[in-house]
């Protein structure tokens, strides 16, 4: 767990496009793991799902995400932030949607 190490924002690459192989790539070199078998080991994902997100085949996941924050006190924002995701919101199940600015959307229709 890399609760304990602490990571400078300035010195994480960043991007104006989306490329979510630059996060996988920071992810990598702060736990010091050489493959992306062994970040999939770490993450308790199968390679293939890297590999998927590294070839953009599928996004990374909100699960995913929430398990890189766990591992590494790093902020979901500053994750988006390495891959390049500006996306104001994500899309949820039932169209619940988590803004990421101070304005927040109603949940459903009904409190509209």
Do not use: C, W
């Amino acid at each position: 767990m890399l609760t304990q190490q602490r990571y400078e924002s300035e010195l994480i690459p960043t991007s104006e496009t989306y490329d979510p192989s630059r996060l996988l790539e920071y992810l990598k070199s702060i736990m010091s793991l050489p493959t992306d078998a062994a970040l999939a080991a770490q993450l308790g994902v199968q390679r293939a799902v890297l590999s998927r997100i590294r070839n953009r085949k599928t996004d990374f996941g909100a699960a995913l995400l929430l398990r890189i924050h766990e591992m590494t006190d790093i902020p979901i924002k500053e994750l988006r932030r390495i891959m390049g995701d500006r996306r104001g919101y994500f899309r949820m199940p039932h169209d619940q949607r988590i803004t990421t600015n101070s304005e927040n959307p109603p949940l459903n229709e009904s409190e509209s």
